[in-house]
């Protein structure tokens, strides 16, 4: 398997479906959106962009499985799964309000191998495979060189659906409003944590996220030479739903903070 070549096919299947969600956004009317749960909702555009995703991605890899947020195939494989997001930010797509995006990672086993994240508004595709750079849109991209959480614009996604830590969580913005550059939140955590790794923020970290959200742009991230951990400075950020990202010259400072105030440790 050449990787190079088939994250340049992935990118291409991401842009076709893209093209599809873009020209859905002025024809979304309350009437389609269901609700999954409090405040998680699900449109007819992320179950088609799934299934146009799923129907491509299987040409392309007959032996994968599928981790998919709306789950339209549960095939798991023996080796290879794609881990899809056909809508990352739904919210934001049913107000017309970018971003959003699809998501789309392949795993080896246990190791990321090709993430490919493509925000539909801007049409930037960020993407990377294993051993490559990272790239948007052709051109090489890296980390901000920030130094300190003084220095930096801090990403992050409210909790919408998962309240348990809501009041650590409060804490944390508080600190970071007063000792960073600003915390924003776009509404999309794979778009946060790409616009990580092309140096637009320095940092990110949220809490409740599922692994559809954060796979692809974590090996983009990591390609791309930042950090990436959970809250306890573990590997276990794809599926143990909290991660913390950062730029490598201020990422010890961010993740003692975040380790710190999320955990109730004593500062």
């Known amino acids: 398997m050449e990787l190079g070549t088939l994250c340049k096919q992935v990118i291409e299947v991401a842009e076709k479906t893209g ?13 389609n959106v269901e609700s999954k749960s409090l405040h998680n909702f699900v449109t007819y555009v992320d179950k088609t962009s799934e299934a146009k995703l799923v129907e491509a991605l299987t040409k392309l890899l007959p032996e994968a499985g ?16 794609w881990i899809i997001d056909p809508l990352d930010g739904t919210t ?84 970071l409003f007063n000792q960073s550059h600003g915390v924003r939140r776009l509404g999309s955590a794979s778009v946060d944590m790409a616009y990580l790794a092309c140096g637009r923020f320095e940092g990110f970290y949220e809490y409740g ?14 390609q791309a030479g930042g950090k990436i951990t959970d809250f306890n400075g573990g590997e276990n950020y794809i599926f143990g739903r909290e991660i913390i990202c950062g730029a490598p010259g201020m990422f010890s400072e961010l993740y003692q903070l975040i380790h710190r105030i999320m955990n109730n440790l004593p500062a």
């Open 209 to 222: 996220l599922s692994p559809w959200d954060v796979a692809a742009a974590a090996l983009i991230i990591r």
């Open 66 to 81: 599928f981790i998919a947020e709306e789950g339209t195939s549960t095939k798991k494989g023996d080796r290879f799964n």
């Open 19 to 31: 093209e599809f969600i873009y020209n859905e956004v002025p024809k979304i009317k309350a009437a």
């Open 92 to 175: 934001n797509f049913i107000h017309g309000l970018p971003p959003f995006a699809i998501s789309i990672a392949l795993m080896d086993n246990e190791e990321l191998i090709i993430g490919v994240v493509h925000e539909v508004v801007s049409k930037e595709t960020f993407y990377a495979w294993k051993g490559s750079a990272a790239y948007l849109n052709g051109k090489e991209i890296h980390v901000s060189t920030a130094a300190r959480v003084k220095d930096s614009l801090i990403a992050t996604g409210f909790p919408y659906t998962d309240f348990d830590k809501l009041r650590p969580f409060m804490l944390s913005l508080e600190h």
